[in-house]
């Protein structure tokens, strides 16, 4: 059984450093490998979704919860789509924190980004603050996924702490995470739910996160934007 492993490159690369990334990436993996998305800066999407040759799929790092209007500087589930992108994130905590995305916004996009036609990888997790209620804090920001059709969500377990900084979440942690986000899934909206882990995996710790059996693949950033080191990952993730 193979785990999707997604790249989220943030604000990274140009065109030509995604074109070269694309070729260097494709020829470190086997033919057949497919377990992997790639979330670029959204002038990169096309240029992404041509360059990985219908290899694995693309996905954008935000989207709007409108088709089209007079909404500056957002892009639509419409547009994403247009250029190759099929998944999109929802609720990174670099939104909720840099960009003052609450709950509600966030419930807005999911809703709206499903019902026309793209697969949301949603993202949760608590603040280092926060550490002492896990529960209550996934609980409050799974509420988003109310009224939405489960089958097109993906949740990502990002504990704030560890993205970015080098900690990594212990495999107890994550485990313990992901059985709960498990649970209030299935109590809240009787659905099975895949679930990534997020912050600060890189190929050395990458076997150890992705053997455990709560872990549906892994989210990426920093040592997503390496072609050597996203396709050692991918790898990982394709032989489990
Ligand atoms: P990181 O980022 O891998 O650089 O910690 C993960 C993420 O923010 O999705």
Redesign the pocket.
């Known amino acids: 059984m193979s785990k999707l492993v997604v790249a989220?490159w943030?604000m990274n690369k140009t065109q030509k450093e995604a074109k070269n990334f694309c070729k260097e990436f494709l020829k470190k993996i086997p033919n057949k490998t497919n377990n992997f998305v790639i979330c670029p800066p959204a002038t990169l999407i096309e240029s992404v979704a041509l360059g990985l040759k219908n290899r694995g799929a693309v996905g954008a790092q935000n989207v709007f919860y409108a088709q089209s209007g007079a909404f500056t500087g957002e892009i639509s589930p419409l547009q994403v789509l247009d250029a190759g992108a099929i998944f999109c994130?929802v609720g990174?905590?670099?939104r909720r924190n840099y960009l003052g995305e609450t709950d509600e916004i966030c419930a807005k996009k999911v809703k709206f980004a499903t019902e026309n036609g793209l697969k949301v990888i949603f993202?949760v997790g608590e603040q280092l603050e926060e550490r002492g209620s896990v529960l209550t804090v996934l609980k409050r920001q799974l509420k988003a996924l109310a009224g939405v059709d489960l089958k097109n969500v993906i949740i990502?377990y990002?504990p704030v702490w560890?993205?970015?900084?080098?900690k990594v979440a212990t495999a107890k942690d994550i485990t313990h995470a992901h059985s709960i986000i498990k649970q209030i899934v299935m109590k809240e909206f009787n659905a099975n739910i895949s679930c990534l882990y997020?912050?600060?995996?890189?190929a050395s710790n990458a076997q150890e996160i992705l053997g455990l059996n709560e872990v549906d693949g892994i989210?990426?950033?920093?040592?997503?934007l390496d072609a050597q080191e996203f396709a050692e990952l991918v790898k990982i993730g394709s032989n489990l």
């Open positions: 989220n943030k994130l990174h905590s670099e993202c990502a990002e560890a993205i970015g900084t080098g997020g912050g600060s995996v890189k989210l990426v950033g920093g040592a997503s």
